[in-house]
């Protein structure tokens, strides 16, 4: 009995809708900090960058609404 050629489907780790990507250069220091974190959360590196960003658009709003 042959057996189907198939494809194993890559994984996903963005979520859905997450298809405009960006560069960002960063220090050495600034990625250790981020390798740190990403073994404390068992997150991919990208995954833990845009947990950050996500996390630093949030506190900036807030701190841009109480200013006013």
Known sequence: MATANTITPKPIYAPKGCNCPIMVHIT????????RIKQLKMRSMSATARMLL?????????????AE
């Open 54 to 66: 996500l996390r630093g658009i949030a506190q900036y709003d807030q701190d841009t609404l109480s």
């Open 28 to 35: 050495e220091s600034e990625r250790e900090e981020l390798k």
